[in-house]
């Protein structure tokens, strides 16, 4: 398909079902018309509510009868210990007095996948950063069962009311909260084991929640996102202990948002790697989007689409911050 014939037909896709040309082009530039189709569907269709049990405050074993009795009901999450897609019929997630009281939380299948890849373990010092509203920082907690210390950042002061809200309401007393900005890290006055970065991006996963987010974002809004997406990740990175463990995420299928910028820190910082995300779950990153060749390593990184798998879009890589050798090592 030539650049003009492509042009049309994105021009004509996007006028028959509300999308932005310049988001139909790439999509057909990225994975071809069929699958561009196929994804443009699955975008109609909503996106199974799922849940993660909170340990800290009921077993996992004990939550499912609980809710079944109220009607609600469940399916485990093959990958996810504590995830089960939940069918809550005519009532709200939300309104149950289980949800108010702690014993789990509404979460995304994409958000609770990133934490496991994280893999915090219990005694470690870890760093979640742009933390609101605190579904990964309380799944941090419960997964380290409420020892070491999760220290969660948010800038926005608005969002931190909710960061705070959940974290009391799941019961994680081993979070501290800290306004500030992620891109400024350099006087943390401790070296993280890892670190967890979801990052704040277009948005671009999220049409099948918010079908808005068709028109709502131009171009230049992503390499916006992008630019402050670079600078966070490079914040992260120097702050990170040698040996440690990074997962870097977004709700954007966006490369621009994505691969670019793993790329991009790998070629400044030799001294990280990309780790092989052991769950079969999504589909590999792109090491050749759009023609353009990247780090052949981003294959070990996951994607996530509506049309592949049934969740919101979603981008989660794994990397390691390579220990220094001493000379004559």
Known sequence: MSNKELRERAKQLAREHGYLQYMIERYISLWGEEETLKFIEACEQPIRTSIRVNTLKISITTIPNRLRDKGVALERIPWLDEGFYADYGDSSPGALLEHMLGFYYIQGVPSMTAVHVLDPQPGETVLDLAAAP??????????????????????????????????IRCGATNTLVLRGDARKLD??????????????????????????????????????????????????????????????????????????????????????????????????????????????????????????????????????????????D
């Open 134 to 167: 605190g579904g990964k920082t309380t799944h941090i907690a419960q997964i380290m069962k409420n020892t070491g210390m999760v220290v969660a950042v948010e800038q926005d002061r608005q969002r931190m009311t909710s960061l705070r809200s959940n974290i």
């Open 187 to 328: 006087h943390l006055p401790f070296k993280p084991d890892r670190i967890l970065l979801d990052a704040p991006c277009s948005g671009e996963g999220l049409i099948p929640l918010d079908p808005s987010r068709k028109t709502s974002k131009t171009m230049a809004d992503i390499r916006f996102c992008a630019t402050r997406e670079d600078e966070m990740l490079e914040a992260a990175v120097n702050a990170l202990a040698e040996g440690g463990t990074m997962v870097y995420s977004t709700c954007s299928i966006a490369p621009e948002e994505n691969e670019y910028i793993i790329d991009d820190i790998l070629k400044r910082h030799p001294e990280m790697e990309l780790v092989r995300i052991p769950t079969e779950f999504g589909s590999p990153g792109y090491s050749e989007p759009y023609g353009v060749q990247l780090n052949k390593s981003l294959t070990l990184a996951r994607r996530f689409l509506p049309h592949l798998h049934g969740t919101e879009g979603f981008f989660i890589c794994k990397m390691m911050k390579r220990r220094r050798t001493s000379d004559g």
